[in-house]
């Protein structure tokens, strides 16, 4: 995925941006990047100050990353034990953050990045279940996580 096809449309709504050309760190930052492709409809958002760069470090750094991530994973606990069922599906919703959260990942609505899709595969194997937990679609997508 080339810097120059990059997509505003993939920025999620709200992220921080950034315009600081002469800062040593925007050929990698996401920020950065995304802030070289804002729309010419969109004018005004969140952005780093231009002092945010200091002492060789910039806080609001975020190392472009471009990740497979999994698109939905239906019905997960279709094979599983009876016995384990319940307790299963709760550490599921732990690992993704409610139960509410756990439905819009499995129907695809968030994307899984790459940890929590082997936090899911770890889950299955504290309950002695085989690793190889298939998602339902793989993107390969920037991480603005």
Not at 21 to 37: E, F, M, V
Not at 74 to 100: E, F, P, Q
Request: glycine share 8%.
């Amino acid at each position: 995925m080339p810097n120059e096809g990059f997509d505003f449309s993939c920025v999620p709504h709200g992220y921080v941006l950034c315009f600081n050309s002469n800062c040593p760190l925007s050929s990698q930052c996401l920020r950065h990047l995304a802030g070289k492709h804002v729309p010419s409809n969109t004018t005004w958002g969140m952005s780093v100050f231009p002092n945010a760069y200091a002492n060789d470090h910039c806080e609001h750094f975020k190392q472009i990353r471009i990740i497979r991530s999994a698109k939905g994973f239906g019905d997960i606990l279709h094979d599983v034990r009876r016995s384990d069922y319940d307790a299963m599906r709760s550490r599921l919703i732990k690992c993704l953050g409610s139960g509410g959260t756990f439905y819009r990942y499995r129907n695809g609505e968030h994307l899984l990045t790459p940890e929590k899709q082997e936090a899911i595969r770890q889950i299955f194997r504290d309950f002695g279940y085989d690793d190889n937990v298939q998602f339902l679609n793989y993107l390969t997508v920037y991480d603005f996580s």
